[in-house]
């Protein structure tokens, strides 16, 4: 029996790591809710801190990955504006060809083919300028009122704990098996020294 054991202790001690190391995993994330044990409240790590969780990454996130003048100045790029072109040049045309006599039945009357090229020129003129100004009137009054860090916070807290472990999972998986291996081969390499040291 004693000879036995001399030689399982090297897959004993790797079962133990592995088995800590999953149970240290296993409880970032449960018991979900807080239990009590011997008198001591267990939760799991992430349960417990996602309020504060979701305060630090809405932080990082504000400051750090997007930031609304970027966005803004996206939504203000000239090549942007000139995209949306087509689209407007094509409501104008609906609008004068079709709409317009239906509108003004009069007045299309005495509009030829060419003078309503000549409207839709100018009007395409006048809202390319007025466009720009529009827009950057509305990035602006967003940035009063988008607040990036409050809504991922807010988000982020009101995940179920259920939805963030399943992200973690998603985005750490191949690291928790990595750590779970680390620690079989450590307590694997703990029980050749244990095996070495009672040969003595």
Known sequence: MNYLMFWLQPFIAAFTGWFTT???IYMLFHPRNPKRFLGITIQGIFPKRQQQV??????????????????AAKLKD?????????TIEKHLDDFLKIKLKEKLPVISMFVTGSTLDKIKDGMLEEISLLLPVIISQYADSLSSKIDIEQMVTDKVAGFSSDKLEEILEAVMKKEFRFLELIGCVLGFMIGLIQMGLSLF
């Open 22 to 24: 999953w149970i240290a």
């Open 54 to 71: 979701a305060q630090k990454l809405g932080s990082m996130v504000a400051k750090e990955l997007i930031h609304f003048d970027e966005i």
């Open 78 to 86: 000239p090549e942007q504006l000139n995209s949306l072109t087509p």
